[in-house]
């Protein structure tokens, strides 16, 4: 059974930080393509951080600069660190799993407001 558990969403102040982890059992983790989206009330799931095979990574341009997606295969995880926070970076953050079939974490919510 394949599992992503998402954790270290909270409520922080704008300009804060939060360190974001998806745990992920159940596929062989280096081979897969690790991703963070997020889903804003109202909005259509998007993109925030990719990481490819091969170590290449991508961000939206609303991210770039503050967050950084990085990946421990000896662990199982990928992180989320994400700096300088914005209230219109308030979502439910939602880890994913690529290759051949995609899997997807419950979410963690991010709310930041002061």
């Known amino acids: 059974q394949v599992q992503l558990v998402e954790s270290g969403g909270g409520l922080v102040q704008p300009g804060g930080s939060l360190r974001l982890s998806c745990v992920v059992s159940?596929?062989?983790?280096?081979?897969?393509?690790m991703g963070w989206y997020r889903q804003a009330p109202g909005k259509q799931r998007e993109l925030v951080a990719h990481?490819?095979?091969?170590?290449?990574?991508n961000y939206a341009d609303s991210v770039k600069g503050r967050f950084t997606i990085s990946r421990d295969n000896a662990k199982n995880t990928v992180y989320l660190s994400m700096n300088v926070l914005k209230p219109e970076d308030t979502a439910v953050y939602y880890c994913?799993?690529?290759?051949?079939?995609?899997?997807w974490g419950q979410g963690t919510q991010v709310t930041v407001s002061s």
């Open positions: 994913n799993a690529g290759r051949t079939k995609e899997y």
């Open positions: 159940g596929i062989t983790f280096n081979l897969y393509a």
């Open positions: 990481f490819r095979s091969g170590g290449i990574t």
